[in-house]
Antibody
Framework: EVQLVESGGGLVQPGRSLRLSCAAS????????MHWVRQAPGKGLEWVSG????????GYADSVKGRFTISRDNAKNSVYLQMNSLRVEDTALYYC??????????????WGQGTLVTVSS | QSALTQPASVSGSPGQSITISCTGT?????????VSWYQQHPGKAPKLLIY???NRPSGVSDRFSGSKSDNTASLTISGLQADDEADYYC??????????FGTGTELTVL
């Protein structure tokens, strides 16, 4: 059974940093691209970033480019999202999602339950 | 990376069929075979329904089907059931090496 468990969310002041983690299990992690998707309270889904299985292909939404960095550690079956210069508008539930096998951009097939990030002074 | 355009809401009666549209541009929907659809019930994580325009993951009912024509993708749900009441999102790969979601559609089963 695929499991994706996000952690690292919390309350942070504008301008500060936060690092999210996603621990994966139940599948061959190194064969799959991974994504971060967020959802502000009462709003729709917004793709944040994606990383291919060997980190050779990485993408970011314009809204986070230059502030967020995605990375992965295949030895630890984990993907991370380093979030710097946080803004109030970054407040959201952040989901970790598993891409399709060897096809990062195809779709997000499995999702975690999310970790809540609140940016407020 | 502007969000793809979906109707805010659609409705149908049990047993009927409905179609949700997802309109983008030639830089996303029109230029990509990586179009996917997700279902999200309140308080739950999204669930993948359709990938690569028209493919269903194992375990997803064949009542859900996807298609695409030019810059518009569509999700059709046949034989509507009460449990289909949820929010639905389309998603497309873009020429900027990114993904973009649709604005979301709330489905009401009357």
């Amino acid at each position: 059974e695929v499991q994706l468990v996000e952690s690292g969310g919390g309350l942070v002041q504008p301008g500060r940093s936060l690092r999210l983690s996603c621990a994966a299990s139940g599948f061959n992690f190194e064969d799959y691209g991974m994504h971060w998707v967020r959802q502000a309270p009462g709003k729709g889904l917004e793709w944040v970033s994606g990383i291919s299985w060997k980190s050779g292909n990485i993408g970011y939404a314009d809204s986070v480019k230059g502030r967020f960095t995605i990375s992965r550690d295949n030895a630890k079956n984990s993907v991370y999202l380093q979030m710097n210069s946080l803004r109030v508008e970054d407040t959201a539930l952040y989901y970790c999602a598993k891409g399709q096998r060897f096809a990062l951009w195809s779709a997000a097939g499995d999702w975690g339950q999310g970790t809540l990030v609140t940016v407020s002074s | 990376q502007s969000a793809l355009t979906q109707p805010a809401s659609v409705s149908g009666s049990p047993g009927q069929s409905i179609t949700i549209s997802c309109t983008g541009t030639s830089s996303d929907v029109g230029g990509s075979n990586y179009v996917s659809w997700y279902q999200q019930h309140p308080g739950k994580a999204p669930k993948l329904l359709i990938y690569d325009v028209s493919n269903r993951p194992s375990g997803v009912s064949d009542r859900f089907s996807g298609s695409k024509s030019d810059n518009t993708a569509s999700l059709t749900i046949s034989g509507l059931q009460a449990d289909d009441e949820a929010d639905y999102y389309c998603c497309s790969y873009t020429s900027s090496s990114a993904l973009v979601f649709g604005t979301g559609t709330e489905l009401t089963v009357l």
